[in-house]
C-alpha cells in the first residue's frame, strides 16, 4: 500500500474512534469514514493488481 494511502486510512482510523465515542455518538460520521476506508482498500488492492500484472 502506498505510504499516502495508509496515512489516509490511519487519520480515517483515528476519526472513527473519535465519531463513535464522542458524546452522543455521531453514526453519520463514522459511516462515511468507514466507506471512505473500504474505498481506499479497494483502490489499493486495484493498483496493486494492475502493477502485478503488468509486471509479468
Not at 2 to 28: C, H, N, Q, R, W
Not at 36 to 46: K, R
Amino acid at each position: 500500500m502506498d505510504k499516502y494511502l495508509l496515512m489516509m486510512l490511519i487519520v480515517l482510523t483515528m476519526g472513527m474512534g473519535f465519531a463513535i465515542f464522542k458524546e452522543p455518538p455521531s453514526l453519520e460520521l463514522f459511516y462515511a469514514q468507514l466507506a471512505g476506508a473500504f474505498i481506499i482498500v479497494g483502490y489499493s488492492t486495484y493498483k496493486e493488481r494492475k502493477t502485478r500484472k503488468s509486471s509479468k
